[in-house]
């Protein structure tokens, strides 16, 4: 026998309860590792999909709009010290053409010497000028073998290539979903660049000073052309990704907390039913601090256990997100991988949090005079609430509320803001839970003051009688209601404010395109501009088209979105600064619409100039208006195609937006005609609204599932803490049973008190939940730009509370049963 | 004093304070003697329990000192009397309080585990201890699956398997039927007899106590008799001295006296004196016949 066996059998004894703070746990860790193996597996992806294609050199070269230049700049820095090696590079993106629809490849054009530094795993390397190399993963999944032809659509239109080679396998290839590797000469016919490249990839000596190598290459270029980093055109992508990473890390925050709530009320309870047995072994000779390490240990054992499953869970979950993420993005995502340092986070968060979650019981237990335990007379008398924990909550309260004021309206950076708003949620949650006893301790003793039948006067005197225990698990449930209705609120005003956005930006009947681009329009295959002209002679009435460019903006990577704007038709741009008629005027007139989370993050509004890195410098432009933008995480701007094409030089275009006569019903069929018979993908307006459709659907739905997963684990808090109360009160039941209670007044008190629980987290938890919502709607208005004015969602709010008073009665049910079923004489003598 | 394990000097226990002030204890004298077996009597509310705690170090004394084998226990912290408990005080509560999670083997080795001893050796010793109990059959057994009996032997042999310089008892046989209660008090006895082991009971029943060597009465907080052993001196045998049968008897007539509460209760008073009275006067009959 060893105290070890005490420990465990213990935590045996109440199985369901350390099931629960057990799955508290997991699931609080498992959001952890899921989202950040999610968020690097992402962020990867966009980063290889540049490193990978340029074969990761230390630097490169390109001009704005992805636009090309002459190739002879390669033996200009040829004599650069410290640069080993100056490669030139086409790099764009085309569509393959399969049996199975078109897929987006990205194409690298290598030299001839270059090409030996990709080697083939079947069949041959680059020879012939119409041979192209293809990653092992993309060939397999499009049934693809050496000397099979490749038909792919580029800017120069459409082109047979013949599969010489399969490449070997690498993780960078992996990562980029796969690409095309293709000898120069044939990139430069692809992309319709004669004698031109569009990159160039520096290799550097290895005692080589990047800085210094970065600072000589950016004094020989001409205007226009930029040295950077391959990864960082990955930035803009990368960007777009920060609402979701927020509103993920979010979450997982939400779920971390929760647990830690749910893990501390689950010690508390432990702790308490166990005063006697921990007085027993005080009486026995144990010193508190022995006391302490020994109920210490079981939480230590829990979150050790929890941490192990929790990472388990965690890549589980992971793979569900990527796989969500993959859809949501347009993406092949590479296979994840399984970094170290989520896991020792969850290792050290496991733990640790549990260890700090029982800390405090564990040290009063330990603390509470035997004696005190062991004679009757104390048996069931609970200690008065402390006052540190709501006066730490209103400090913290206060904290948050500072931090939300200066979030809302301090001029702090965008970077700031963004690493800002998570701390302040978690000072505004954990604040809000510990000072929840000064909000519904004054309301239990008003209700207790009111001439109650019996059921709700036991039910609140139980309540009052044990304010830690109902505390937290009001905590708890208040925490649920207001991620519920914070994040459900914000998260349905940008539903709503999507709808209206593509409602108004995406007004063409029919879209034609090469094939479907990733949701950054990182990975767009761009077609011929002269398709347009084939596209109208099918019956359109008219054809625009759009060209997604990256670009730079003081030093903002920016998406560019270039594009024709039909005279006769209403101006597609939800815009938010300036009327139309000047609008259109000013972008015909060479003038910019800036979306507004990038004239948000700039600082500029309608008439200021904003300075656009073009092919031939740095180009001043005036800004026409602003307009809700949410492509490129809205760091977007417009411009006129004619104008995109003197400063950025479109490679062409990436969609064709189609509209059709009046009452003209035949222009589906003649396209859908033309797009089989050229291998482009079509799609109604209709198709493409219910993809957007589809999409957010399934982010709001995953988005609702975790809500639903924090109720219930809210409800399994409120089980937990009824369960207990219905413990202590048997014998009171027995007495009133005895004096001719019925079974169904004892039903009732139990769930008046469930009922109870949820209705006086109700109010503060709403209220809370508003004032969140609309801090998180400031915030990240800062970086999505989106001005939708704040509006309470009524209907949500009574959504969310229905839901919590129902969970709440639901909880109820197995702890009234119990107390139903109870044997009164047991009861009595015990 | 030589043969002195306990001495407690001017005890005095206040809780409370202003109005609510009660003083359980007033000034308690106490020596308890190496093998001496002391039980504790009183009316309730005389400060039994009370004495009880603070002998056993887990409560502190309002003023007083108690000196366990020469140590002061009034002057030592929470933690420090932990201590002292875990290495030389053995503790029997009324309810057993064994925990219900462990076997009556491993809550025998307890309070080992508690002072760090290896879990075989715990084991080994704990299983003998029950042996000694006569429980070794039922070693495995958790403390649902004991009877009365059983448990406050399994509660006995884990305050005796530290081998304590002091047993207390707090009515050990206050949760058991009279056969039950009768085993343990011969337990009990004989545990003083053959190990010399010093043992202070508290107890309401007047013929468990009559098997004590010493009685020591408490009314208000002072002991108003037995405190230089009126029923007999200890002796190695542990036979009781000449007068027990008086005491015992003017002892359930006090009982009475405090326990009969005001008229118009309809309490009777005659059958409650009845049968202890007649236990009493058996017990230290037969064992004057056996001196």
Known sequence: MNLWVYNLREMQRRPGRMLLTFLGIVVGLAAIVATRLTLSTVDRAYRDLFEGVAGKPALEIVAPGQSGFAADLVSGLEHIRGAQAVLPRIQGAAALVSASGSVAVPVLGVDRTGAADWPVREGQPLAREDDALLDPGLANSLHLRPGQSLEIWAPAGSFHLRLSGILQPSPVSAAAGGQMIVLLACAQRLFNLPQRINSIQVLLAEDADPAAVHTAIARCLPAGLMVQPPGMRGTLARSTLLSAEQGLSALSLVAFLAATFVILNTFLLNFSERRKQIAVLRSLGASQRQVLYLLLREALLLGLAGAGAGCISGVFLAVGLNYLMQKFLGLTLPSMKLSTSPFVLAALLGPGVSAAAACLPAWHASRRPPLRELLPQWAHREEALPCWPWQTGLFLLVLGIVGEIVLVVGGLSDTLRRHLLIPVVALLLVGGVLALPLVFLPCLRLLGALPLRLEGRFAVQQLARYPGRTSLTSGVLFLALVVAIAFGQALRATLRDLQHWYRQTIVADFLVRGAMPDSSFTLAPALPESLAEELRRSGAAAVDYIAFLPAEVETQQVLVLARTFAADRPLPLDLHEGDETSVRRGLLAGEVVLGTGLAQHLGLHRGDRVNLNTTQGPCKLRIAGTAVEYAGGGLALYLEWETARKLLDPPGVHVFLVSKRTGDASLGAALHAFCAQHHLLLQSNADLRSLIEGMLNRVSGALWGLMILAFAVASLGVVNTLTRNVHDQLRAFAVLRALGLRGGQVCRIVVVQALLLAGLSLAPGVLAGAGMAYAIQRASAAWTGSPAPFQIDFRLIFGVCGLAMGMAVLAALAPARQAVRLSVAQAIHP | ?291
Not at chain 2, 12 to 37: Q, S, W
Not at chain 2, 90 to 101: E, H
Not at chain 2, 181 to 199: A, F, P, S, Y
């Open chain 2, 1 to 291: 004093m030589d043969n002195a394990v306990l001495v407690a000097v001017g005890l005095t226990k206040t809780y409370g304070t202003g109005t609510a002030r009660v003083e359980a204890l007033r000034g308690i004298d106490l020596t308890l003697h190496r093998g001496e077996f002391v039980a504790v009597m009183g009316p309730s509310g005389s400060g039994k329990s009370s004495l009880l705690h603070l002998l056993a170090g887990l409560d502190r004394p309002t003023a007083g000192s108690i000196h366990l084998g020469g140590v002061d226990l009034a002057v030592l912290d929470e933690d420090q009397r932990a201590l002292l408990r875990r290495r030389h005080i053995g503790l029997m509560f009324q309810s057993f309080q064994l925990l219900d999670t462990l076997t009556a083997e491993e809550n025998v080795a307890l309070p080992l585990a508690i002072a760090g001893c290896s879990a075989d050796d715990a084991s080994r010793r704990a299983a003998r201890m029950l042996g000694a109990v006569g429980l070794a059959h039922r070693r495995q057994h958790r403390p649902h699956e004991l009877s009365g009996g059983e448990q406050q032997r399994v509660a006995l042999a884990r305050a005796l398997v530290i081998e304590p310089l002091l047993l207390l008892a707090d009515e050990p046989t206050g949760n058991l039927d009279s056969v039950q209660g009768d085993k343990i008090m011969t337990l009990l006895r004989q545990l003083v007899e053959e190990r010399r082991q010093t043992l202070l009971m508290v107890t309401h029943d007047a013929g468990h106590a009559a098997r004590a060597d010493r009685i020591v009465y408490l009314r208000d907080g002072r002991i108003v008799d037995g405190q230089r052993g009126n029923i007999g001196v200890p002796s190695k045998t542990g036979s009781r001295g000449a007068d027990a049968t008086p005491l015992a008897v003017r002892y359930v007539a006090e009982c009475v006296e405090w326990s009969v509460v005001p008229p118009p209760c309809s309490f009777n008073a005659v059958a409650f004196v009845a049968p202890c009275a007649r236990d009493a006067l058996e017990y230290a009959t037969e064992a004057e016949e056996a001196a």
